[in-house]
């Protein structure tokens, strides 16, 4: 499945909607869906606000497939500003002790809520974010 | 997926959808058509209205304009504009649609006597719809147009 949706905040609603509609047309717990969909708004808001750095006219791609029970949420944004991965991320502790920058939580927060989540590399120019969750065993889950 | 924003008016926002041509995907069209028409203030009676018409729309083009084949791909384009909401459903056309099919009233006396009730899906969306075209997608396949007015 692909969705592309203008980068304005408030259609990372719409993309929450469209990709647990899909997860669950896959068979994935509700619980497992609202985990997704959280994580899914602050990639979104991410790619909106930095990636396309609030830019009118620009544009939000997701794409979704599901290959051996696994789940992945490819998020793009057209690269405005690209993601600088930083070599000492600091800890929630030190962020909250005002000892640096708050920014970064929602990442934080994404990794806790799904089984894989970060930028991969891409030479088309665009920030590449990928959000991947496992099948519940007990769940059977269908080939997209 | 290519960038839209080009082909848009400034005051109308698009979001397309490609969905794989298999039953069970039209749920993804209607949930994000209808999370759409409530962003935009429809009532709850016709956001259900939508979510019909599109399930309606989107399962033809599986089972009919792209003949059941799941290689196949769904094209959903949702407009918003201020005072409506537009939906574009597009098969691959294997199975061109026979026109005079998008103008027929079915009879329920004949749906009785016949073994497939189906046939009902373009009147259904004619009648919840207020604005509804059959035209030929650019890919050239089967394509409808349906528009709801905000009011």
Redesign the interface.
């Known amino acids: 499945?692909?969705?592309?949706?203008?980068s304005?905040l408030?259609?990372e609603?719409?993309a929450?909607?469209?990709v647990?509609?899909?997860a669950?047309?896959l068979g994935f717990d509700q619980e497992r869906i609202e985990d997704l969909k959280t994580a899914l708004g602050e990639a979104c808001i991410n790619a909106i606000e930095h990636g396309n750095g609030r830019a009118p006219?620009?544009?939000v791609?997701i794409s979704c497939v599901c290959e051996d029970g696994r789940l992945m949420v490819e998020i793009l944004d057209?690269g405005l500003n690209r993601y600088q991965q930083r070599n000492v991320v600091a800890s929630i502790d030190t962020k909250l002790s005002g000892l640096a920058p708050l920014r970064g939580m929602g990442l934080m927060m994404i990794a806790q809520l799904v089984d894989e989540a970060g930028f991969t590399e891409s030479q088309d120019g665009r920030n590449h974010f990928r959000l991947a969750l496992y099948r519940n065993q007990k769940t059977p889950v269908a080939q997209? | 997926m290519t960038n839209s924003s080009s082909d848009t008016e400034p005051n109308e926002r698009m979001i397309e959808l490609r969905l794989p041509s298999r039953l069970g995907y039209e749920k993804v069209a209607m949930d994000t058509a209808a999370s759409l028409a409530k962003r935009m203030g429809f009532d709850p009676e016709r956001v259900d209205a939508l979510r019909t018409a599109v399930s309606e729309a989107v399962t033809n083009a599986i089972e009919h304009g792209n003949g059941r084949d799941s290689t196949m791909k769904v094209l959903v384009m949702l407009t918003a504009r201020p005072d409506e909401l537009v939906v574009s459903v597009a098969d691959q056309g294997l199975t061109p649609l026979d026109q005079d099919r998008t103008v027929m009233t079915p009879r329920i006396e004949d749906s009785f006597q016949k073994q497939d009730k189906g046939g009902w899906g373009i009147w259904l969306i004619r009648e919840l719809m207020d604005e509804v075209e059959f035209t030929t997608a650019p890919t050239g396949g089967n394509q409808i147009r349906m528009v709801i007015h905000l009011e």
């Open positions: 499945m692909e969705l592309s949706f203008p304005e408030g259609y609603r719409v929450r909607d469209a647990a509609a899909f669950r047309r006219g620009l544009r791609d057209q997209s």
